[in-house]
């Protein structure tokens, strides 16, 4: 039987290959496979400190280690009965918005852009399209200066921690960030505008649906203890086991997630279609420029929510530095209790992540740590079978493999990420 | 090596964290490119000469041959060895990026204990994927002669441009052998042992500007053991602390692995 196959996925982070079964120009089977090496992160931090464990966790993956480590110490928080002040949460929020403009722009220019502009990679483009090359690159280091300062580092900073964080950043710093926001912003709205100029291929499109958290307040963002389904639920995130519904495959180290037997999907694409409405200013515009009917179906608009978000960062920062400013730093809150267990969750870039912890007697005794890439998996076979099902028909002479490795890299996935995760009684 | 060096970049068991280190060079990226012939860079470009875990094209051939393989992440499947193995058969150099590739990575903090295959059966149950045969992770010269270990988890961006440099240009690389005391005294902290705090500055090496106790809070050890590092004293120290002998094994096993359990087993004996 005739097989179309991508061996391994090109510009994503980790291994994972396109697999396609066809029998008389019909799709017979999809697989998405990833051979990555197990690296049982949930049985590593078993008998560990919270600290620990929250040192160890961003480990699964460098791409969204800020949202590794937020979601670890939402989770422990929450486990702990740990309060901490909004001066707290507030820097938080601006870390995880660095983690936003660095993952977004590294995936807008530097992964997704080449498949537009028939290149293999970003440096090459450097020929004819330097001037969004450097402007990708401009977006993504401020996005990783915003995580040096307020994390430690560019990638695994040891600064934020259980109950707050070990050092407060001074004015200086603070000053420089948003100086920087303000100064990009211009790039912000390039990103968006750039994007939304590209032809997208078609050829997938299938409906979907759509998970994300819920800000509490009335605004866009990337944290919320409830989450928000596009079949009109709302569902808190101590049900994330019923929301995602994991289950062993034999072709991937990376499990599979179904919402009531269906793909779902997670992540940029997602969030503007439950969230985009809460938009304001230049974000909100660009979001109603782009925004159309086809977000709902066609999963390479992702790319063009990621710009938008990019600008909704750049343009929150300056307040959220404003408000920073005018509030003392917080110091690190001491848990309340030495034993609990519960689940914590952001948004990282690529969508929903939940920790779950049980601490006992102030070691930690059980996790299972739900990655968006792994939610997503379901979709992309699905997405991947559309394509292939549509272009079989057509018998296009388009490159058949590059649309398969396109529907991938809409998702960003992080295919470490999502090949370590599990529950421990 | 004549003309531009022939340089591949690959990941194994690992977060990518090294190579995207290599991609957070904002400054220098086209630099880095530009200074040597990329034939292999999965996590950047589309169409390499090696896409394949099996190794590089047949019909490649000499296309296929490196003068220095760069090499983020673990080994831990079978599929992996082979890919290593081949790998190293066809390059000049070799080079370990970060301490997964050097020393096993976090994922090789239980190493020693043969609880691999229950921790196994534990994410995976009782059928694991077919695509794969796992193993407890390994560090890369555990299988192939390594020629050059830059640490780090991740490694430190400016270390790896200095060491970049000099290795393209067919010299070896240049790191500190002291631990990262050193760099905290050259940013004149206040040491953390004094306040009681457990740092393992004194026996990591030293490369990433002594970040943590620079944040206020201990070293971590993510650099693996330094060259010139004194075990023994590190831990006499952190015992008058009140540190016990549990909770400085685990500390150095996080990021140290199966490197300083073998000397921990060594003190103790003594």
């Known amino acids: ?344 969750a952001v948004e990282a870039p690529r969508g929903t992540l939940y920790h779950y912890y049980e601490v006992t007697r102030g070691k930690v005794s059980g996790a299972n740590l739900i990655i968006p890439t792994t939610q997503n998996f379901s979709a992309m076979e699905r997405h991947v079978r559309v394509a292939a099902d549509t272009l079989l028909k057509a018998d296009t002479k388009d490159d058949i493999k590059l649309v398969f490795e396109m529907i991938l890299r809409a998702y960003d996935p992080c295919v470490s990420c999502s090949a370590h995760l599990v529950e421990i009684g | 090596m004549s003309g531009k060096p022939r340089a591949g970049f690959y990941n194994f068991s690992g977060c990518s964290g090294c190579l995207l280190t290599i991609l957070n060079c904002e400054d220098n990226i086209l630099d880095i490119f530009g200074a040597a012939q990329v034939t292999s860079f999965l996590m950047a470009n589309r169409g390499n000469i090696d896409d394949r875990w099996h190794g590089a094209d047949r019909k490649a051939g000499k296309e296929a041959n490196l003068d220095v393989a760069f090499i983020d992440g673990s080994v831990t499947t079978r599929e992996q060895e082979a890919f290593l193995k081949e790998i190293r058969e066809r390059s000049g150099l070799v080079v370990a990026l970060g301490i997964c590739s050097c020393y096993g990575g976090v994922q090789a903090m239980e190493t020693g204990r043969g609880s691999f295959a229950r921790r196994y059966q534990k994410v995976y149950g009782a059928t694991p994927p077919a695509i794969v045969e796992a193993f407890e992770s390994k560090p890369l010269d555990a299988f192939v002669k390594v020629d050059h270990y830059l640490p780090g988890c991740p490694i430190d961006g400016k270390q790896f441009l200095h060491a970049y440099a000099r290795i393209v240009r067919g010299l070896p690389p240049e790191l500190p052998k002291t631990p990262v005391c050193t760099e905290c005294k050259w940013r004149e902290n206040e040491c953390l042992l004094l306040k009681n705090e457990l740092c393992l500055g004194p026996v990591t090496a030293a490369g990433c500007n002594a970040r943590c106790p620079s944040n206020n809070t201990g070293c971590v050890g993510c650099f693996g053991p330094a060259d010139e590092r004194n075990l023994g004293s590190e831990v006499s120290l952190l015992k008058t602390r009140k540190f016990n002998l549990e909770t400085i094994e685990r500390k150095l096993r996080i990021f140290g692995g199966a490197r300083f359990s073998e000397s921990f087993k060594k003190l103790l004996r003594k």
Request: proline share 6%; charged share 25%; aromatic share 6%.
């Open chain 1, 1 to 344: 039987m005739p097989v179309i196959e991508v061996k391994h996925t090109a510009r994503i982070e980790g291994h994972a290959g396109i697999w396609v079964e066809v029998e008389r120009n019909r799709v017979k089977n999809v697989k998405v496979t990833v051979p990555e090496g197990p690296r049982l992160f949930e049985t590593l931090v078993i008998d560990k400190t919270p600290e620990e464990a929250a040192n160890i966790v961003p480990r699964i993956c460098a791409i969204c280690s800020v949202s590794h480590k937020l979601a670890a110490i939402h989770g422990l928080e929450r486990a702990l009965d740990i309060q901490v002040p909004p001066a707290t949460r507030a820097l938080r929020t601006l870390m995880h918005y660095g983690e936003m403009v660095e993952s977004n722009s590294l995936h807008v220019y530097l992964l997704a852009l080449p498949d537009f502009l028939g290149y293999p990679n970003a440096v090459a483009m450097t020929d004819k399209y330097a001037d969004h090359v450097l402007r990708g690159l401009r977006l993504k280091k401020f996005g990783n200066r915003i995580m040096e300062i307020t994390s430690a580092r560019y990638t695994h900073g040891e600064n934020p921690t259980v109950g707050g964080f070990h050092r407060w950043p001074d004015r200086k710093e603070l000053l420089e960030i948003k100086a920087e926001a303000q100064r990009l912003l211009p790039d912000g709205e390039e990103a968006v505008e750039l994007m939304r100029s590209l032809h997208y291929p078609t050829s997938m499109e299938d409906g979907m649906v759509f998970m994300c958290l819920k800000p509490p307040t009335e605004t866009y963002g990337f944290m919320g203890e409830s989450v928000l389904i596009s079949t009109g639920e709302e569902r808190p995130i101590d049900e994330y086991l019923e929301m995602t519904n994991e289950k062993v495959v034999d072709h991937s180290t990376a499990k599979r997630c179904l919402y009531n037997g269906r793909p779902f999907v997670v992540g940029p694409l997602a969030r503007m279609n439950l969230l985009g409405e809460r938009l304001h200013g230049k974000a909100s515009e660009a979001f109603k420029r782009c925004y159309s009917l086809t977000w709902v179906r066609n999963p390479l608009y992702a790319s063009q929510a990621r710009a938008i978000e990019i600008l909704f960062c750049l343009e929150a920062i300056p307040a959220l530095v404003d408000k920073l400013l005018a509030t003392p730093a917080a110091k690190t809150k001491e848990p309340a209790r030495k034993s609990g267990a519960a689940v914590g």
